[in-house]
């Protein structure tokens, strides 16, 4: 019974200690434990004991209320955010202490307007510039790796987390705000709009990546390059999302200053065929080209894009679509010849339409199991043609640029099908010579 009575009270006084835990000691144990870790790094045990003190004391009911509580939190978890074997077990690192750091300048700012002052009053300036810098490079660092391993929600969470810096703090800090561009020139700011944006595209919120985009597709701060496949981002983003017609909408912002993108013009034309409002994407197309007529990318790329829904139609088996958008392609490509005819793009596509085209001529030769039928004649000499003309535009490319390996496959695989061994033989040389 005595052994019973002294077990019963031991656990009753472990209890109790736990509970009456000094939520001041804990804060005086967090600093001193910072302290240790930061004059030596190796020391991970006492930064892991310093974050479980803050911890504690920013959660108590004595202490949860001092900003110098949550400034220590913050630096914490810098600390954590910074050591490659720490960050691993503690993702979130990077956006604890931004809610640090963030809650401890609200908390001090709460007190200066008690007293009447303004923000620019706000002491610990160097610290909080110091902390919130450090929480930038964190917060971006951590972003990249979660959007490099395509863990999109804590890249946005990170990313998006960079943008509420400056508007918090930029009255405060006036006369020394944090600085959001790093040593290598990288404005944390804008990159992590940039790649915060594309994250909330993958999320399916839209609206916050239009939020995080629109601004710098229109300030011109995204490479040029990149600006037309950024809009379609968005645009596929509401299209997935069931909005088409936002989707219709970003899409025609952008081609209002990308009239020739490809993958601009593909988005409006799909669009277009989802209503079966085809005719009228292909009047404004028309009243494109009128408006530049002698443009011969323009007519290219009119012609490419008709040349992928041929593609698409005929991966899905539609095959008088298929043949209708093949005519269209031949078309404009055509008009895009007339233009300049040493246009190598030009020339090698309509080369290669004209094989891909023939490979559904032979699908119907294959299926005829009458050898004296007439339709089977009449499709051997349909395809042979359609070779002689892949022929004659692949010649026309390789004529313009002798070095392109694709031209060169392409030439032996016609004279193959056209039976000319000896050509054939003489461009396999020369695909081989080029690989080299």
């Known amino acids: 019974m005595k052994k019973l ?32 870790y930061t004059a030596d790094s190796k020391l991970t045990k006492n930064l892991l004991e310093a974050k479980e003190d803050i911890d504690y004391a920013s959660t108590h009911e004595q202490t949860k209320d001092n900003p110098k509580v949550w400034r220590y939190r913050g630096q914490i978890y810098n600390s954590i955010a910074a050591n490659p ?55 971006y660092n951590t972003g990249a790796e979660a959007y490099n391993n395509k863990e999109y929600e804590l890249a946005y969470a990170c990313f998006s987390g960079i943008q509420k810096i400056a508007p918090l703090t930029n009255e405060g800090l006036s006369k020394r705000p944090v600085n959001l561009i790093t040593p290598n020139k990288i404005n944390l700011e804008q990159e992590g709009a940039r790649l915060g944006g594309i994250s909330a595209t993958y999320m399916g919120s839209c609206e916050e990546a239009e939020r995080l985009l629109l601004p710098l597709l229109e300030g011109g701060k995204v490479a040029e390059a990149s600006i037309p496949a950024t809009y379609s981002l968005i645009a596929n983003c509401y299209d997935k999302g069931g909005n088409s017609s936002k989707a219709k909408e970003i899409v025609a912002k952008a081609r209002k200053k990308y009239p020739t993108n490809q993958s601009l013009l593909v988005a409006e034309i799909n669009f277009a065929l989802k209503d079966g409002n085809l005719a009228a994407i292909e009047s404004k197309l028309k009243q494109a080209v009128e408006g530049d007529k002698e443009n011969v990318e323009l007519h290219f790329v009119l012609g490419n894009v008709y040349d992928e829904l041929f593609r698409t139609k005929m991966e899905e088996g539609k095959r008088k ?24 793009n030009t020339a090698y596509s309509l080369g290669a339409i ?29 395809y042979q043609d359609l070779l002689s003309s892949a022929l004659k535009y692949l010649l026309a490319a390789e004529s313009i640029n002798k070095e392109d390996l694709g031209t060169a496959i392409a030439l ?13 033989m003489e461009y396999s040389k020369r695909v081989k010579e080029l690989q080299k």
């Open 5 to 36: 009575f002294l077990g019963l009270l031991s656990v009753a006084v472990s209890t109790s200690a736990m509970a009456q835990k000094n939520p001041k000691s804990a804060l005086s144990n967090a600093s001193m434990n910072l302290e240790i």
């Open 85 to 139: 074997a720490l960050k691993k077990d503690e993702k979130t690192a990077p956006i604890k202490a931004l809610q640090s750091f963030t809650k401890a300048w609200e908390l001090d700012v709460e007190k200066l307007k008690e007293k009447g002052k303004p923000v620019t009053k706000i002491g610990g300036k160097a610290d909080y510039k110091m902390g919130f810098e450090k929480v930038a490079s964190a917060l």
């Open 321 to 344: 679509e298929a043949a209708e958008f093949f005519g269209k392609a031949v078309d404009w490509y055509k008009k895009a010849a007339n233009l300049d005819a040493k246009h190598f």
């Open 354 to 382: 004209y094989v891909n085209y023939s490979n559904t001529v032979v699908k119907d030769i294959n299926e005829i199991t009458d050898f004296n039928s007439p339709k089977l004649k009449s499709l051997e000499t349909e």
């Open 412 to 424: 032996k695989e016609v004279y193959a099908r056209q039976q000319n061994e000896e050509k054939a």
